[in-house]
């Protein structure tokens, strides 16, 4: 068996690493909310009564963090780990994302078949359907002529977006929440610039669909330097797809792959400047995702991966391409987890410590005022003595779970982005 299966692969993929630190973020987050609508009760009712201990910024800072942090909770919602795949008209893009997924679920050909961008995100309750840019309505898609069909009746520009859902339990990376985005040829249109604002600049992972047959080609080249001097240092994968095809070559085939690693390489390293040289040798791989695809539904039946007539040297080229899986699971969890978390942690801790400021200046002026109070005849202050201790008290305690929360999540977090 040269493959795992999808569960198998699922419980040790590094994806979890994301899965986990999300869902670790999430609690917190419900915690933080928690905390937020505490405290913008507990300071508004007090500024009711006793306008001198907190005023009405404090109230404001406050409250308005409530809004905030369901804000900060629907973004992490959202939140997944994207994949965007790149290369000339016909290289393979379609057929390489087919291959991780498991299936034929985009639709694949000769000629220019993808005609603008194409989102395959996991959907829950078993849902197939699609939805096109501006538009709020589900089509229900049961297969990839109904969804190849579905794309033609559209007058789509290349520009456009169309988010194809998938049930997330056919994939282990649709479950994982990875996003796949699919693209048209890059030779083919000239608005690389919108593309790249409109559909790249959140993608973790970008794969570069090259055809082994070939070489990069300029076009190629030049759509990665606009990519890199908008994203600092993107994450590259190269794939020499087709590989297939030099098995035919035997004489020629390690000259070949020679000269393809050598100007893969530079490009990543010299050029783009965005990997060592040891890096890049994660980076490139000699695939066929038309074998990949035509084994794993083979395996999916029960049969053996190969069937028929087959170039030789499948076995290599399949293991390649689970390799380039691993490291590409490996790179993305790492990206997504950097990018998308870290700018959410830092946040929480902000407004955590915003309210503990606010805290702990309610603390300090409800001290002060005691003191002055202790100047004024001791009888008619008792009762405002009382008072004012329990304040004291409940604010002492309102800071000492804020000053708790802040160091609990500031401890999570620091654990949760180094695991
Ligand atoms: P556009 O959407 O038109 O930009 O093309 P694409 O890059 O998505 O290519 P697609 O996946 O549609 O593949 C184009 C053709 O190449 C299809 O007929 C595939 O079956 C075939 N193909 C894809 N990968 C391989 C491969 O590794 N080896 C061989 N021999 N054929 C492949
Ligand atoms: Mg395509």
Redesign the pocket.
């Known amino acids: 068996t040269v493959a795992p299966s999808a569960d198998l692969r699922n419980s040790s993929s590094p994806l979890q690493r994301f899965v986990k630190g999300k869902r670790k973020i999430n609690d917190i987050f419900v915690e933080i909310e928690d905390y937020v609508l505490d405290s913008s009760n507990y300071v508004s009712a007090l500024r009711k009564e006793n306008k001198v201990i907190v005023d009405e910024g404090d109230v404001k800072l406050v409250t308005d963090y409530v809004q905030k942090i369901k804000g900060i909770r629907d973004v992490l919602a959202r939140d997944h780990m994207k994949v965007a795949f790149f290369?000339?008209?016909?290289?393979?893009?379609?057929?390489?994302i087919?291959a991780m997924l498991r299936d034929k679920i985009?639709?694949?050909?000769?000629?220019?078949?993808?005609?603008c961008f194409l989102q395959v995100e996991g959907s829950e309750n078993g849902e197939s359907y699609l939805m096109t840019e501006g538009c709020q309505d589900k089509q229900n898609v049961k297969s990839v002529g109904q969804l190849a069909h579905a794309l033609c009746k559209e007058k789509l520009n290349e520009n456009q977006l169309v988010r194809i859902f998938w049930p997330r339990d056919k994939c282990f990376l649709l479950r994982d929440d990875v996003v796949f985005v699919?693209?048209?040829?890059i030779d083919?249109s000239p608005n690389l610039d919108e593309w790249i604002d409109k559909h790249c600049l959140d993608a973790d992972v970008f794969v570069l669909?090259a055809n082994a047959e070939s070489t990069l080609m300029v076009t190629e080249k030049n759509f990665f330097h606009k990519v890199s001097t908008k994203l600092s240092k993107p994450n590259i994968f190269i794939l020499n797809?087709?590989?297939?095809?030099s098995a035919s070559e035997m004489d020629f085939q390690d000259q070949v792959r020679a000269q393809h690693l050598e100007r893969a390489a530079d490009f990543l390293v010299k050029e783009l400047k965005v990997c060592s040289p040891k890096e890049a040798n994660e980076r490139i791989f000699f695939?066929?995702?038309?074998?990949v695809l035509q084994a794993r539904l083979n395996e999916e039946k029960g049969m053996p991966p190969h069937s028929g007539a087959l170039a030789e040297g499948f076995p290599n080229r399949y293991f390649e391409f689970q390799d380039f899986e691993k490291k590409f699971e490996e790179c993305i969890s790492k990206s997504a987890i950097k990018t998308k978390f870290e700018q959410h942690s830092q946040r929480g801790k902000s407004v955590s410590q915003d309210i503990r400021d606010v805290m702990e200046s309610i603390y300090e002026k409800a001290l002060a005022t005691q003191k002055d109070k202790s100047f004024v005849k001791k009888d008619l202050n008792d009762k405002l003595n009382f008072t004012e201790q329990q304040l004291l008290l409940i604010t002492q305690e309102m800071k000492e779970k804020i000053h708790h929360m802040v160091e609990d999540v500031e401890q999570r977090v620091s654990k949760a982005l180094s695991e």
């Open positions: 290369g000339r008209t016909s290289n393979g893009k379609s057929s390489v087919n985009l639709p694949s050909g000769i000629g220019h078949t993808t005609n699919d693209s048209p040829g083919v669909v797809n087709r590989w297939d095809a695939v066929s995702a038309k074998e």
